[in-house]
């Protein structure tokens, strides 16, 4: 049994989204979700069902940090799983049977979390007294709060060490790590949805940069707040929302970020807009494009890129992951996700809608489901992705032709409820090195395989590190790469 280790504070002194829902369902949803039940639409409470191609190969329960289960990152033969309550490191040397190796007590809301070579890095988006990670430190004062990046020494992924933190405006919902030779640069993503934190008021319009020396991690610092939504008046730019786009979120600052190093590109979720831009210099990103879905988008969740570079994937997180939306009644456009081709060259490229893709399975009125977190599987010549859809399970399919998106394996578990609405199901969904590895947010680590001819020339594709945010070049990496960086 691995231990559970007590980070201690990190030597300088430096409400979120997604958040676990519950609430009593009406007397007609849980009828509905029973009647759908007994007639064989979804599966039974916790029953767990799947395509003939895809395996469920294990499951580990949560065990001590019994908050939501949120993203996941990967290094050689560790998974590291973020919680609410801090992070799990997992020893997947066998798939079939993953150990747990340590698990860290570090609240604060999401812990999205990152790896590069012997760091880790966790964001905090809850108001917290102090940076430390004391299960007593929910802050009591809006004015003296805490919310910002919390970086670990892995070196030992038996007892990771608290090195340091970053304190950034707003928070850090989620963040994305750029890294270069001698500093790892960290794209804080971020917005306003109190504006009585002081430093947490629109208009909110940017990302926060953190600049973290490798060799001295202690010094990592915020260098920089750079504007992506110029724009004059109380707000600043980007999309309005309503009352002027109803039910399109007002955009104040971006929910996350995936960069693309080989190519010198990133794409950003950003609340009520998508964007494209540069970072052939990280420390001033470019934004190249921008557009906004102001009929069947409510809030721009997170993007991915296909290998080519000429797709991106961009998800809708209708409802803010707490609603039932897989359904005939929001439809097949509402909560999905938008394909777009990227078109023309360099600076000039655009964004060109094509079509949406969202799963064919409708859930029950007590489960929440909407796109989520997934990544690329590595097939020269095919996209392919995998992805959470929250209690909607897990899908693998194929957007080759980008008009014509279509589901080709899943897996899911029924409602955990047919009288309740309980925030579950998985968080992210990621290929690594041959598998599948499922974070859900109440049952725990899964690990899944998918048997396809279609997928299948995946599995000689191996990677000794993946942060999905920071989407590796699979069929062209430099991993020796020799940028200097000061």
Not at 233 to 261: A, E, Q, W, Y
Request: proline share 7%.
């Amino acid at each position: 049994m691995a231990a559970l280790l007590t980070a201690a504070p990190a030597a300088a002194t430096p409400d979120p989204g997604d958040a676990p829902v519950k609430k009593e369902a009406t007397n007609s949803q849980e009828a509905e979700a029973r009647a759908a039940i007994a007639g064989g639409e979804i599966p039974g409470v916790d029953e767990i069902v799947h395509s003939a191609n895809v395996q469920h190969l294990a499951n580990i329960p949560k065990d001590t940090l019994r908050g939501t289960n949120s993203d996941l990152a990967f290094q050689g033969k560790y998974v590291f799983a973020g919680n609410y309550d801090g992070f799990t490191v997992y020893d997947i040397s066998n798939p079939r049977s993953p150990k747990t190796v340590s698990q860290v007590l570090c609240p604060g809301s999401q812990n999205d979390i990152s790896v590069e070579g012997n760091l880790l890095f966790l964001s905090t988006d809850s108001s917290r007294s102090d940076n430390s990670c004391s299960s007593k430190s929910q802050s009591a004062t809006v004015k003296d709060s805490w919310e910002g990046v919390k970086i670990f020494d892995i070196s030992d992924k038996r007892n990771p060490k608290y090195v340091a933190a970053v304190e950034t405006a707003c928070g850090s919902h989620t963040h994305t790590l750029v890294p270069e030779r001698r500093n790892i640069y960290v794209y804080v993503s971020s917005y306003s949805p109190n504006a009585a934190f002081p430093d947490c008021q629109p208009p909110h319009d940017g990302i926060s940069i953190i600049k973290v020396p490798r060799k001295a991690p202690e010094q990592a610092k915020v260098i920089g707040f750079p504007v992506l939504f110029p724009g004059s008046g109380p707000d600043g730019g980007g999309n309005p929302g309503g009352p002027t786009n109803p039910g399109v979120s007002k955009t104040t600052g971006c929910h996350d970020i995936t960069v693309l190093p080989s190519k010198d590109l990133a794409a950003g979720a950003c609340m009520g807009d998508g964007i494209l831009f540069s970072i052939k210099d990280p420390e001033k990103p470019k934004v190249i494009d921008q557009v906004q879905d102001n009929v069947n988008f409510a809030f721009w969740h997170s993007a991915t890129f296909n290998q080519d570079t000429d797709k991106v994937v961009f998800t809708d997180e209708l409802g803010g992951g707490g609603a039932a939306t897989c359904n005939a009644e929001i439809g097949p456009d509402r909560g999905a996700n938008g394909i777009y081709d990227l078109v023309g060259k360099g600076d000039k490229r655009k964004l060109v809608f094509r079509s949406y893709y969202k799963i064919p399975r409708h859930q029950a009125a007590t489960e929440n489901c909407v796109a989520h977190n997934g990544s690329v599987i590595p097939v020269k010549g095919r996209d392919i992705m995998v992805q959470s859809w929250y209690q909607g399970g897990v899908s693998f399919w194929d957007f080759t032709d980008s008009s014509k998106p279509k589901e080709i394996g899943y897996f899911e578990r029924g409602p955990l409820s047919v009288d309740t609405l309980v925030g579950g199901g998985t968080w992210s969904a990621y290929y690594y090195n041959g598998y599948v590895y499922s974070n859900d947010m109440a049952k725990g680590l899964d690990v899944l395989k998918i048997n396809d001819r279609r997928t299948d020339p995946a599995k000689k594709v191996r990677l000794h590190e993946l942060n999905v945010q920071t989407q590796p070049d699979y069929f062209d990496r430099h991993d020796d790469d020799d940028d200097d960086d000061d």
